[in-house]
């Protein structure tokens, strides 16, 4: 388990039981990414998700997401954390960040989202 972050700790929790709840094994599967040690993780780009997204998609960072490289078109991104420019550039591009905690009460069965890494 994890050490020293109260609030990690609490959404680990969270995304466990709404995975057994929902029948839903992307909360499973976040849960076990948020759970590794940090540098094993790496963080997701904003260019990563150019590449790797569609417009209008909902997509979830088990991490950090930063703001290296551009972004064109409007996502949903949920991400445990996300820099200050990263999230400027989410915005800018017509998409938003939110937290994965909101985005579980918004979609707890995780239908139509995809985890990057």
Do not use: C, F
């Amino acid at each position: 388990m994890v050490k020293g972050d109260p609030e990690l700790v609490r959404t680990l929790i969270e995304l466990r039981k709404a995975a057994r709840r929902h029948e839903a094994p992307i909360w499973a599967a976040v849960a076990e990414r948020l759970a590794r040690a940090r540098h094993s993780v790496p963080p997701v780009n904003v260019g990563d998700l150019e590449r790797l997204a569609s417009a209008k998609e909902t997509i979830i960072v088990p991490g950090k997401l930063l703001s290296h490289g551009e972004l064109s078109k409007p996502l949903t991104i949920a991400a445990y954390r996300w820099s200050g420019t990263a999230a400027a550039k989410v915005a800018k591009a017509g998409g938003r960040t939110i937290t994965i905690h909101e985005l579980l009460h918004n979609q707890p069965d995780g239908a139509g989202v995809r985890i990057i890494v």
